[in-house]
């Protein structure tokens, strides 16, 4: 029984990853990386807009009791983001434009979608 809730729980956050970034490309943005993961942390998805880099968090929360998609994101997994998107960076000689934009989905549905462009910062 606990494996499959967590498998369907991981088949709602791979639909809900697929809705965002058949959104934001639709929006004209490039997907670059899916799922992108280090040890210190994961970006669900990196995106081109424009020259900028776009870190994009996508949160599904299917009930608002806790405070919906929003509120799931807290000062801790911030900063899990924000490390995989500087591991990623790492490479680079010269840093490109970038930002952190979060999607919020509060059910399974490309029409619900909330886009936060540049939700927070590094």
């Excluded at 809705?19 to 210190?40: D, F, H, P, S, V």
């Excluded at 009791?65 to 680079?92: E, V």
Aim: glycine share 8%.
């Amino acid at each position: 029984m606990k494996i499959a809730a967590l498998f369907g729980r991981k088949q709602r956050g791979d639909r809900a990853e697929h809705l965002a970034e058949k959104y934001l490309r639709k929006q004209g943005m490039k997907t670059i990386e899916r799922n992108y993961r280090t040890r210190q942390g994961e970006v669900d998805l990196i995106m081109k807009d424009g020259a900028s880099f776009v870190f994009v968090e996508v949160r599904l929360r299917s009930s608002q009791d806790y405070g919906g998609a929003a509120a799931s994101i807290g000062h801790s997994k911030r900063q899990r983001i924000i490390a995989a998107a500087l591991h990623y960076l790492s490479g680079r000689v010269a840093l490109p434009p970038c930002r952190f934009d979060v999607i919020l989905l509060n059910q399974l549905d490309a029409e619900a979608i909330e886009w936060i462009k540049d939700a927070f910062g590094a």
